[in-house]
């Protein structure tokens, strides 16, 4: 069974600094989907970013960008030039190919700093 | 975007009584749908899953006479969560996905609370 470990509970960030959020996973897979979604207070799933595990190239999305390493089984988000909306839970999710459900990681709680 | 709506997004209701929570992917042909429960500060533990047309495939532990699921069309998914008590209380999140298996759309979730 894949499993997906965010291993920073709690983290903070000054506005308009960069933060780098944490994820690793274990899969026997070799194709399959990686992806980042933010809970806000008003706890809407929002897809902030995704990752095809076949492509190379890290995936950017704005002020978002993740960096992929296959290898190591690493999924990291960077957020830049951090702002007060980004204060929100942070699920990095894990999806076989085919139509398999997400399976998500523990989450880290992000607070934005004024 | 792809929109999927979720009703009611709060329902406080006594113990014993049966709520239904209503997930309809308003603008994409939904062939699987998810139910997920998220406990306060927690990540979301998927409940089942189902596909249009077919009985739902439950998670380990998800009790199936207690979470009743049914896809009878292809934009509407209900959850029934049947003689509900207090441990029911919880966020409810489900979530659509079209055949292409694009990235699930989730539904804005429902605050369960039985008294």
């Known amino acids: 069974a894949q499993t997906v470990t965010q291993s920073q509970p709690e983290m903070s960030v000054q506005e308009a600094e960069t933060v780098t959020l944490s994820c690793t996973y274990d899969t026997s897979e070799s194709n399959y989907y990686l992806f980042w979604y933010k809970q806000p207070p008003s706890r809407q799933m929002i897809l902030v970013i995704r990752?095809?595990?076949?492509?190379?190239q890290n995936a950017t999305e704005n002020r978002f960008s993740v960096n992929f390493q296959k290898a190591a089984k690493s999924f990291s988000l960077k957020i830049s030039d951090s702002q007060l909306g980004d204060t929100a839970m942070y699920f990095c999710?894990?999806?076989?190919?085919?139509?398999?459900?997400?399976?998500f990681g523990k989450g880290t709680r992000l607070s934005v700093i004024a | 975007g792809a929109v999927v709506s979720q009703h009611p997004s709060w329902v406080i209701c006594k113990s014993g009584t049966s709520v239904k929570i209503e997930c309809r992917s308003l603008d994409f042909q939904a062939t699987t749908m998810f139910w997920y429960r998220q406990f306060p500060k927690q990540s979301l533990m998927l409940m089942a899953t189902?596909?249009?047309?077919?009985?739902?495939?439950?998670e380990q532990g998800v009790e199936k006479d207690k979470f009743l699921i049914n896809h009878a069309s292809l934009t509407l998914s209900t959850l029934t969560v049947t003689s509900a008590h207090p441990e029911d209380s919880s966020f409810y999140i489900c979530?659509?996905?079209?055949?292409?298996?694009?990235?699930?759309?989730f539904g804005d979730g429902t605050r369960l609370s039985i008294l």
């Open positions: 189902s596909n249009e047309g077919s009985k739902a495939t439950y």
């Open positions: 999710a894990f999806m076989k190919g085919g139509n398999t459900p997400l399976v």
């Open positions: 979530s659509a996905r079209d055949k292409s298996f694009q990235p699930q759309h």
């Open positions: 990752q095809e595990a076949y492509k190379q």
